[in-house]
């Protein structure tokens, strides 16, 4: 190796070092890291990867050969704003990580070879990869059984390999970009739409293929309008004031977006602590207190302190806005029997109002859902009530409170 490709060498490992180290700070600095398994795990994967990056003295003759394109990549994919609830890395061979992407479980699959040396065929590599994950993702039992492989191709992919995707998978394109483009239609002098999109640039060169495991996975699901159990939003005026009434404006009945609320989120909404009442409670002696929640004592105050440092319909909002709100009807028996059994009267009519702002769908839970042990903490209602959720695509929220 003469002195330039030495040169060159040096500056290779050197910038690879730099990457790892921005990466790791980065992963590092995430808000998201201690309840993320995945993130946890790529920074232990980035932190492996810089010390064997630190150990190669001199750079080595040959091309560089790191990991790091991978662990950006998967960086990038796991902290896309349509990926939720990712599992650890690589749960099953050749299988990144499973998810819900778009509100559809998904196994993902993140290539960040070299397009150039990508080739369809022959029968190996990454159409292997494929087939082999297709083959696991529908032999898996229902509770973990995906409804679509994600492929996700961070360089990006020849016409060859999509061709084969299309006639060997049934393989769709879908556009990673499309949560980072603005709902506005206004345009601008060069008639451009307005986009908001990520800092990293590098995202624009990524594509990503849908294959289906499930028939008809693909199929969005929307509760019907006869569902509605409660009434129409539009039968009396809200007049609310407060954190009840802000919250309320929040929620909205016409998106496609579905949350599913388990009871303890209704009664956290509806809650005398939630609005306004914590700090009569914490003026309270507490001799009368504890007279007034005999055993519940300290969890209602441990609530009380809870709401004084997050209250709750700030982040139930934040949460919720621009969504539609479901519940089943296991959840609506039982919150209308705690607030006639519990609820003051301000609390009872709070709950009133609340309840015609949501669609009431009949209890439905997933077979992914049923097929889950029942246990001491799985319950069957837990799996009804999240299992409903989850059958109508709809992320589920839930809290720790008490009237």
């Known amino acids: ?3 330039r490709q030495l040169c060159a060498a040096d500056s ?17 600095a995430s808000p998201d890291l201690p309840r993320h398994p995945a993130l946890r795990s790529l920074l232990r994967l980035v932190d492996a990867e810089l010390r064997f990056l630190s150990s190669l003295h001199p750079a080595p003759a040959t091309p560089l050969s790191s990991n790091l394109p991978h662990l950006a990549a998967l960086h990038l994919v796991l902290t896309h704003p349509a990926v939720r609830s990712p599992s650890r890395l690589s749960p099953l061979p050749g299988v990144d990580f499973a998810c819900a992407f778009r509100g559809q479980p998904a196994w993902v ?22 087939a082999a994950a297709l083959d696991a993702a529908g032999g898996a039992p229902p509770a973990t059984r995906p409804e679509k492989l994600l492929l996700v191709f961070s360089r990006g992919v020849g ?12 393989a769709v394109e879908t556009d990673l970009l499309e949560e980072f483009i603005s709902d506005s239609e206004e345009e601008d002098g060069d008639g451009w739409v307005a986009v908001s999109f990520n800092p990293s640039e590098e995202l624009r060169n990524f594509r990503a293929f849908e ?21 129409t939003a539009d039968d009396e005026p809200l007049g609310f004031e407060g954190a009840f009434g802000a919250f309320m404006r929040k929620m909205w009945r016409e998106s496609r977006e579905l949350v599913n609320l388990d009871t303890t989120a209704l009664v956290a ?45 700030i982040e139930l909002g934040k949460a919720l806005e621009g969504k539609q709100c479901i519940i089943c009807e296991t959840v609506n028996l039982e919150f209308k029997e705690i607030v006639s059994m519990c609820g003051g009267a301000e609390e009872n009519i709070r709950a009133r109002h609340l309840l015609k702002q949501l669609i009431i769908v009949p209890d439905s839970p997933s077979v992914r859902m049923m097929d889950l042990p029942t246990t001491r903490k799985l319950a069957m209602k837990n799996k009804i009530v999240f299992g409903t959720g989850d059958h109508w695509r709809a992320p589920t929220l839930t809290a720790t409170w008490g009237l």
């Not at 016409?159 to 049934?170: P, T």
């Not at 507490?286 to 209250?311: G, I, W």
């Open 1 to 3: 190796m003469d002195a």
């Open 12 to 28: 290779e490992l050197e910038l690879a070092r730099a990457r790892c180290v921005a990466l790791q700070d980065h992963l590092a």
């Open 109 to 130: 699959l993140v290539s960040a070879s070299n397009p150039a040396r990508l080739a369809w065929p022959p029968p190996g590599g990454h159409r292997a990869r494929f």
């Open 159 to 170: 016409v060859d390999i999509a061709r084969g995707l299309a006639e060997g998978f049934e």
């Open 211 to 231: 294959i289906d495991v499930v028939e008809g996975a693909g199929e969005g699901l929307l509760p019907p309008d006869a569902a509605v159990a409660e009434g």
């Open 269 to 313: 909404i509806v809650s005398g602590i939630s609005n306004g009442g914590v700090g009569k409670l914490m003026a309270t002696p507490e001799a009368e207190t504890r007279a007034r929640f005999k055993c519940n004592y300290k969890f209602v105050m441990d609530q009380a302190q809870s709401e004084l440092q997050f209250p709750i319909l």
